[in-house]
């Protein structure tokens, strides 16, 4: 995976330094780490993307400044355009997750790609649009559909780690170790039972069958370690001691 | 699904009002509405949270604010927390992927769900994680794996969004209709060999019909719509015209 090329963020003149630094922080939270930066409004370097990389500003002195979108692409092989309106452009149109997955196949192939994302408020012009293989749009809810820049930044990077990572969906879980066996919780259950038998507790005793079922039942469904058992015993041992010695008084 | 209740964001003591209005838009921007905020440091309503929201302020407008976690989940059936540390907890662990979709499951049945995400710094309390079922982990750069409070939010809205998404992965393909077939392209080709031969371009002889095989692989290798064969014909005339009329002169 260390010798692939991961994708280039290329933000296309970028307005606020406090977006391209959310920017930064995003991008390397997901390990991408190749930045190029066009024509930024408020100049270059800039102190408020610094403050707000931080943690990232590894990202920020490495990233390239251009001019043009062009210059910044120039030795990459396929471009991406992440937009919201694809605007009647004969190109193929990809989600997020889709894009990351041919992206991953690309830099195994020992491709160059890039991902442009354009300023605040307009998004990419058509010229960079043009400019690009694919287009990226993220499903979103069609009442509010306007991503902030370091968001969409976020969500691309967080595709592109998802892609090759083996996380299993459930990383962790309980049941598959440590979880009590039937005949602990069984064991627990005559006890308590009973107990409960000698204070009254199941009746009328016509009723205490399905009492003694549903009381059963509970802990049977309940996923219980087998140091939660332990628990579950001395809390009831404590409280028939307890119960015990009230009567005993 | 305008019939399921969505989940609910609930904000563990944060910090910084931006944060809280970025996570309102964040959870707007994939069609989540209700928000909980627990003790927010610096008192509610925040006029910071409101300015960042714009556009998603309904949501802020209608948080519930509480005194605890306890108070902000009472009525929900199923709570997850967001963390990066199990800290040696034995609840299931899983993706934001795998919660969203076990999310969606649930609330079809009518449950109630919670997400619960911590302050800024120090993330959720013990006794947060204590009151959850199940714990979610976002994949992360080991690195770098310090999530923004917003953009978390945002991650987890994005899968719960995604778990319930139609769009297909490839949402546009030129391919699927207004593609030139092969015939045009063999048209457009038959004439521009033809001009090309005129000109005495396969040169020498013995290489024309390589030469020839990788011009027309060329074109057939594109992916051209038939306007684009249309566009090349008036591109291939013109040329042919220029060349023709100089010859002539």
């Known amino acids: 995976m260390s010798e692939i090329s991961n994708p280039r963020i290329v933000l296309v003149e970028p307005q ?13 939270n997901f390990g991408l780490e190749d930045m190029a930066v066009v024509a930024p409004r408020d100049g270059w370097p800039s102190d ?17 400044l251009c001019d043009t979108t062009r210059e ?15 605007r009647g452009m004969t190109k193929r149109v990809v989600t ?10 690309r830099a195994a192939q020992g491709e160059r790609v890039a991902i ?13 649009i043009i400019l690009s293989n694919t287009i990226i749009t993220a499903p979103v809810n069609p009442a509010f559909a306007s991503l902030n820049l370091a968001q969409c930044v976020l969500l691309v990077g967080y595709e ?68 939660d058992v332990g628990i579950l015993w001395g809390v009831m041992r404590a409280l028939v001691g307890k119960r015990r010695s009230a009567r005993d008084r």
Request: glycine share 10%; aromatic share 8%; hydrophobic share 45%.
């Open 160 to 227: 592109w780690l998802l892609a090759a990572d083996e996380t299993p969906a459930v990383a962790y879980d309980p049941g598959k170790g440590g979880m009590a066996d039937r005949e602990q919780i069984e064991g627990l259950l005559d006890f308590v039972e009973g107990e409960l038998d000698e204070t009254g507790f199941f009746f009328p005793e016509a009723k205490a069958p399905t009492m003694k079922a549903a009381l059963r039942n509970l802990y049977h469904r309940a996923p219980l370690t087998a140091a």
């Open 96 to 105: 997020p997750r889709q894009a990351a997955m041919e992206m991953r196949e």
């Open 48 to 64: 408020p993307a610094i403050a707000m990389a931080a943690g990232a500003t590894h990202v920020l002195e490495n990233a390239r």
């Open 116 to 128: 442009l994302f354009g300023r605040e408020r307009s998004g990419l012009g058509t010229e960079d």
């Open 16 to 28: 606020m330094g406090e977006n391209i630094g959310a920017a930064a922080r995003g991008m390397w």
């Open 72 to 86: 910044a692409v120039a030795d990459c092989t396929h471009v991406y355009a992440t937009t919201a309106r694809p």
